[in-house]
């Protein structure tokens, strides 16, 4: 988290500037509510939303989220390549979270039409991701999300260590972007 702090402090986020702002975050692929559920909880004045394509998820966060009275965060049932065209939520967020959904250059054609300008992008990764990053080059160049650092870190019990990237959006997403449903994951960008 060192290293995220640093990247923070040098081009900060609308969270580094204060409780002023308002600051809207949305976890794709939110599935069972991780990070989207903690995060809200830690981060009270922050706005959350939740996208996910399977509409059994939706429902089970939801119920999490009256059971444990969380008031911050509003629920979508979705694609990202539907959703990222919908001018509600087209470059609507501050910074985008995404856990275990796809590889980087698939995930950064999902996320990338979400982001404001001068946004974030946080990805959960795990440390063997050399070729990932390799194939995300063009991904990366394509859609203006420059990798800005990297987070390690360890799991508690013997789970081993993970990390998490940090990257920010420089410039507005192409209209073309995302393509139509199960083209990014098909043919992802090369």
């Not at 402090?9 to 794709?28: F, T, W």
């Not at 629920?75 to 509600?88: N, P, S």
């Not at 250059?105 to 996320?111: A, H, R, T």
Request: proline share 6%; aromatic share 6%.
């Amino acid at each position: 988290m060192k290293k995220i702090r640093e990247e923070l402090k040098n081009s900060p986020s609308p969270l580094e500037k204060g409780l002023g702002v308002e600051v809207r975050i949305l976890d794709l692929g939110t599935g069972g509510g991780f990070p989207l559920l903690p995060l809200a909880i830690c981060l009270p004045h922050c706005t959350f939303v939740g996208l996910d394509s399977v509409q059994k998820k939706i429902s089970a966060v939801n119920r999490i989220m009256k059971a444990m009275n969380i008031t911050n965060v509003s629920l979508v049932c979705g694609r990202a390549e539907e959703l990222g065209r919908d001018t509600h939520h087209r470059e609507q967020y501050d910074m985008v979270v995404c856990r275990a959904v796809a590889e980087i250059n698939v995930l950064l054609e999902y996320i990338a039409p979400f982001v404001k300008v001068g946004g974030w992008i946080l990805l959960w990764k795990s440390m063997n991701i050399d070729e990932e990053l390799k194939n995300s080059l063009s991904a990366r160049a394509e859609l203006t999300c420059h990798l800005k650092g990297s987070e390690p870190y360890e799991l508690p019990g013997n789970f081993g260590k993970r990390q998490i990237l940090l990257f920010q959006k420089t410039s507005k997403t192409a209209d073309k972007y995302p393509r139509d449903v199960g083209i990014p994951k098909n043919q992802p960008l090369l």
